[in-house]
């Protein structure tokens, strides 16, 4: 690991000022992702500006009937806060579907956005990535490329999005709240992250010198009928290679709404809201649930080793969607396929 400066940010204006002072610097809360890029050289940050002690922690509601999730909320907390578990249920599942409670205890909220992906060869520094190293190739592309992207890459990108509580933030249409020195911003979730195209070094829409201090959620939180499916390589403890959000506000026995959000098969989460459009007015019933999953995946693409994820995702958005209708959430604790 090479040598760094530390300073601990005591406020947001005194964090943006220690960032937009010196370029490269980083932000660190609980680094469960940063100090393993830094231990395997991927990462050189010149300075770390400590965050984890600034007021940004908690859950409160918004006058619009929403919730606001400080940034430095540890994942742990926010999977298991009352507001949470009772409206947005599904987001509670995504994060207790990721990582160890170890790591979850640790993890941020603002920081989880932020993770990047877990593609081999960006980690490996002795390969060409050009998430890594704008302009020097992509070895996934046609080295081993199981885990890779299906949906939205590029010639100059095949890395996935690791991150389970994004797909459910994707799936409930959150806001993401950041300060820069020219004052706060909010970004749409589906505009946070991008696709690869020829800048896949980039993966959000945040810029350097911004801090995300919130995140939040609408009041809708389809807490009856949903669920979050994660299949994955082992039961516990593995990213996975297609995940899926999903949820519905039915009456009448008829699709009033519907929300799909996929992980693990795009540079950022994929929500698409053409499929989502076609199950509206409709019985919730396997015959549409195919059809949605053939809308989905209408621009999929495999790669030597991944082309079964399509029919997987395919599988996993029919049994997910009918987990949602039927209220049969996918229960994470007993880590077993429903």
Sequence with gaps: ???????????VADAVRHIAGHPGAKFIAGGTNLIDLMKEDVERPPKLIDI??????GVEQTGS???????????????????IEERYPILSGAILAGASAQLRNMASTGGNLLQRTRCYYFYDIATPCNKRAPGSGCSAIHG????????????A???????????ALAA??????????????????????????????????????ELITAIEVPAKGFSRNYTYLKIRDRLSYAFALVSVAAAFEIEGGVIKEARLALGGVS????RDQAAEGALAGQAP????????????????????????????????????????ANGTPQIQADKKIR
């Design 1 to 11: 690991m090479i040598n760094f400066d530390y300073v601990r940010a005591t406020g």
């Design 52 to 57: 984890s002690r600034l007021a940004l922690n």
């Design 65 to 83: 009937g929403g919730l606001r999730i400080g940034a430095l909320t540890p994942n742990s907390d926010l999977a298991y806060h009352p507001l």
């Design 144 to 155: 081993l490329n199981r885990i890779h992207a299906i949906l939205g890459a590029s010639d």
């Design 157 to 167: 990108c095949v890395a996935t999005h690791p991150s389970d509580m994004c797909v």
């Design 172 to 209: 409930l249409g959150a806001t993401v709240v950041a300060v820069g020195p020219g004052g706060e911003r909010r970004i749409a979730f589906s505009d946070f992250h991008r696709l690869p195209a020829d800048t896949p070094d980039r993966d959000t829409n945040l810029n350097p010198d």
């Design 267 to 270: 540079h950022k989460p994929w």
């Design 285 to 324: 019933h396997e015959a549409a649930f195919k059809q949605v999953a053939d809308i989905v995946l209408r621009d999929a693409k495999g790669l030597a080793h991944n082309a079964f994820k399509i029919e997987l995702t395919r599988r996993a958005i029919v049994r997910a969607l009918t987990q949602a």
